[in-house]
């Protein structure tokens, strides 16, 4: 009897150990909320980038869960509310600053202390915020001036000096059209939508214009009126094509139906993409430069990159961690997704592969870093941003699409704003 019972006390020891045994060993489970593996260009590639981290760490298994970029910023607040948030998520725009004034986002001060020291300063400062650093900044995405080298050589234009103020663009643009009347002279984005504000506010900016924002002067005033009104003179010489969103545009340039394009970094990735030409191809073609200056003297950029949010609910922040600090930082990352795929610009500040640091020593990422990034201008984000560029892309909006006064247009716009 003895000895059964041992068996048993054994048994009974063992049963506890090995119930035991799968709770320590359990894998974690990061949810990562994203539009990259949603839309077919990036998918390749960040599905493998999630791959090498779960080979590289492999008691974390990432669960992406992939939503459309128009979609994410209202979901992410959606599920915040409902106390169901994921663990991470791809985020940008004014979507950020929206879900850190929510409250559900965890500060990342604390886990990017030493991070933050290797990269541009300039990449991480706008999400330092009074709740401390909102996001991490996963890719720079900076708005240039874009132009066809062919159609401006074929208008009569130096193809190696672009526009270089407003007065001169202006010019550029009529003998683009005088010379090809069946393209897109200005490829610009002018739908309604916050990214439509997002991406006119460096003109807005040139023309002297703030109508919203920390020392806002409003819309009825005469530098908005007078970005209205070129607004109006652009749709009237049949310059641009109202109406469209920014994507829409860059399956067109590749195929030489626009002569300038108003777009982010990615635009060479694209175009290569559709049109399968080399490096040295593409920049015998197509060239980018900074805005064309205004009436400030300087023209501007925005900032249209992606950035890496935690969020406060997570029950494995430092997993979490490890993860952002993965797609942020790590360098054969960046040249997967960040570079490769994405287009974009890593925010470190130096690199140590030699095969990285030679994939952006190219003369976009050159004209990018030296003189479009120092014009980038602060955005007016907020949780008032949406409303507002409702109101001011509907003037926009009925600036190019009608004759009704610009003066009454920007009356209106300043009246949405007010209420």
Known sequence: MARIRMS??????????????????????????????????????????????????????????????????????????????PDVAQIAGNDTFLLAASGGLQALDDYAGETLATLKPGSYAPFQTEKGLVAMPWNQAPAGFWFSRDILKGAGLDPDNPPATIEDLNAAMAKVKEAYPDIIVLGMDTTNRAFSLQSNWPWMRAFGALPIGEGATGADTPEMKA?????????????????????????????????????????????????????ATFNAQFGVAPMPAGALGSGYSFEGGHQLVMFDKSAQKDAAWKFINYLATDEAAAKLYTVDTNRSIPPAASFADPELAASLDTPVIEAFSTSIIPTITPEPFGPDFATAATAIMAGVQEAVTSDRPIDDIAADIQSQLDR
């Open 8 to 85: 048993r006390r054994v048994l009974m020891l063992s049963a506890a150990v090995f119930a035991a045994l799968p709770a320590m060993a359990q894998d974690i489970t990061l949810t990562f909320a994203n539009w990259a593996t949603a839309e077919a260009t990036t998918r390749d590639g960040m599905e493998q980038v999630i791959a090498r981290f779960e080979e590289a760490n492999p008691g974390i298994r990432i669960d992406s869960q992939a939503i459309a970029f128009p979609e994410i910023g209202r979901q992410m607040v959606l599920r915040i509310r409902s106390g169901n948030p």
């Open 227 to 279: 970005y209205l009104g070129w607004m109006r003179m652009l749709a009237q010489e049949g310059y641009i094509d109202p109406g469209r969103k920014i994507g829409e545009f860059r399956p067109l340039i590749a195929q030489g139906q626009v002569a300038f394009l108003w777009d982010q970094v990615l635009v060479q990735g694209v175009i290569q993409n559709a049109s399968g030409i080399d490096d």
